[in-house]
């Protein structure tokens, strides 16, 4: 699965380089990666709620709400309730992240649990219980653009181990620094699905950046 984030797209133009990725299941973005950040939780400052209540009125790609925010506790749900396909919050900011997961859950979304590339998956093996999505982040939170870091792919092979045993029931998500040069790599450590911002939004057409990145995930 390719899900672009638009956190590199054009934000006055949003509608249309969100329908730049649409079209037909399939042929479209699997998921539309959308990044909130608070300018707490991380350095920057994005979108929130009433952004992502007007992508869900213009497309039918499944979100993805990806929140680098403090207290998710608090603001998660909303995310789940607007209509948002799968919400993601982040280990180390969640106060009680079983019971987001559950919450987000209730409200009929799938819940996603983050981690930064310094937080260990060990400590959150029984919490992913949970949850329906692990995001491994490849990258520092907070901008677009940045280097892949591949000392993050043996907690995305782990965590395809436990899958594959049956010990954990996720998806395997990676986030940051994903291109033409990296995908394999991370698509040989496990991972469903992959998140590409500026590899999709800084091509001259992102659609077929997606299908290249589909392709090469997935020979
Ligand atoms: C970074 C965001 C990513 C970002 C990825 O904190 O979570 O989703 O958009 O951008 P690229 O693909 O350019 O690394
Ligand atoms: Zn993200």
């Not at 680098?68 to 506790?73: A, F, L, S, T, Y």
């Not at 400590?123 to 000392?151: A, C, I, R, W």
Request: glycine share 8%.
């Amino acid at each position: 699965m390719i899900a672009p984030s638009i956190l590199s797209a054009d934000f006055a133009r949003l509608a249309d380089e969100i329908n730049a990725v649409g079209g037909e299941p399939g042929k479209r973005a699997d998921w539309l990666h959308v990044d909130v950040m608070d300018a707490h939780f991380v350095p920057n400052l994005t979108l929130g709620l009433p952004v992502v209540e007007s992508i869900l009125k213009t497309t039918e790609i499944p979100i993805d709400c990806h929140l680098m925010i403090e207290n998710p506790d608090r603001w998660a749900i909303g995310y789940a309730e607007a209509g948002a396909h799968n919400v993601t919050v982040h280990a180390e900011a969640a106060a009680d992240p079983i019971a987001i997961a559950k919450d987000l859950r209730a409200a009929g979304a799938k819940a996603g649990l983050s981690i930064k590339p310094g937080t260990d998956l060990d400590d959150y093996l029984e919490v992913l219980k949970h949850y329906d999505t692990l995001l491994v982040m490849s990258v520092e939170p907070g901008f677009g653009g940045q280097k892949f870091m591949s000392e993050v792919l043996p907690k995305a092979r782990k965590a395809r181990e436990l899958v594959d045993t049956g010990h954990l029931k996720l998806l395997v998500e990676i986030d940051g620094g994903i291109n033409a040069d990296t995908i394999e790599q991370a698509a040989e450590s496990g991972v469903d699905c992959f998140v590409a911002g500026s590899a999709v939004y800084n091509a001259e057409d992102p659609a077929k950046a997606v299908q290249a990145l589909r392709d090469q995930a997935a020979p």
